[in-house]
């Protein structure tokens, strides 16, 4: 094992930026040695089926199957499904694909049939080619809730796709992950890791409720494996989704500052935009360690750089 190719890597994900660094990561480390818990907080039931979208993006980008355009989906599936149900009366502000709702029935069926979420998970995911191995954060529902401005108190996925991600958030609710047991092999892929990456997503509502299953935050501050994590914050503003309304709302600075703040007590070091370069300086205040880089994910040659840059600053760390 050198500094550049720890022996494992655990990195602890949401859905699109966790999937692109995660496809950037198991080209700068040997994929098998990768194990991505996935936060499960914005799973539901739709049309019948269960719902796993992080899982299924994490596993899908890895697959190389993921639809590019819009980051979540299968590249070239159909909608005659939802379009039917439309067609009957139905509501159907979730656009599941064709495909993606096979996948969705083949997890509901093997769930009924007494498989665990994490069996189930992995079976997909050997089916579909991945050699990653990729773990829900529980078996529990785990309901994100996020609390509006107006009291209103309503499922993370109705407030990003249904409502469009409303800014007057006053809260988020992540008690049922704070009550959830972690899924088998969690605690033990995070005891035993050689690195622990935290993708660049959401603060709040992707790495919050994996932080909160039980026991998986001492079980990091436990593990003498440093811990690394991605700015998903760029120039003031996320890249992909609501996180800035989200960490308003909970009352965290919009910036790669306000996430290295947010997360100081469990991290050892940080790796931020070029962009945000003035800000190493008071990060580094913190007692973090910061690399500067470019940590826009266009294609899977920068996201290997990002990856880069965190095994090397985690390199430093040991």
């Not at 930026?17 to 799973?43: M, S, W, Y």
């Not at 409303?166 to 008690?175: C, I, K, T």
Request: proline share 6%; hydrophobic share 45%.
């Amino acid at each position: 094992m050198t500094e550049a190719q720890p022996g494992s890597v655990v990195a602890l994900a949401g859905g699109v930026g966790a999937a692109r660094f995660l496809n950037g990561l198991t080209a700068a480390v040997p994929p098998e040695r990768v194990t991505a818990i996935v936060n499960t907080g914005d799973d539901r039931a739709f049309y019948g089926v269960q719902v796993a979208p992080d899982l299924d993006i994490v596993t899908y980008t890895l697959a190389g199957l993921i639809d590019r355009e819009r980051g979540f989906g299968l590249a070239g599936d159909g909608f005659t499904l939802v379009d039917r149900l439309a067609e009957l009366g139905h509501e159907t502000w979730f656009r599941l694909g064709d495909h993606d709702y096979a996948h969705c029935l083949h997890r509901t069926l093997l769930r009924e049939q007494g498989q665990s979420l994490a069996e189930v998970t992995d079976g997909l995911r050997r089916t579909l080619g991945v050699p990653t191995r990729i773990l829900p954060m529980s078996e529990a529902p785990c309901p994100t809730i996020v609390e509006l401005g107006s009291g209103v108190r309503i499922h993370f996925e109705e407030y990003l796709v249904r409502d469009r991600a409303p800014r007057d958030v006053a809260g988020v609710d992540l008690s049922a992950a704070a009550a959830a047991a972690p899924a088998a092999g969690v605690i033990e892929a995070i005891a035993t890791a050689d690195l622990i990456a935290v993708c660049p997503s959401n603060p709040v509502v992707s790495i919050g409720p994996v932080l909160s299953v039980v026991g998986v935050r001492d079980a990091i501050l436990a593990s003498r494996a440093p811990v690394v994590a991605v700015s998903p914050i760029v120039g003031g503003a996320p890249i992909k989704g609501p996180a800035d309304p989200l960490m308003r709302g909970i009352g965290l600075e919009v910036s790669a500052l306000g996430v290295a703040r947010h997360y100081r007590e469990w991290i050892d070091g940080i790796v931020i935009d070029d962009r945000d370069a003035e800000l190493a300086a008071p990060i580094r205040e913190l007692g973090l360690a910061v690399a500067v880089t470019d940590t826009i994910m266009t294609d899977r040659d920068r996201s290997a750089a990002l990856a880069r840059s965190v095994l090397a600053l985690a390199g430093g760390l040991r």
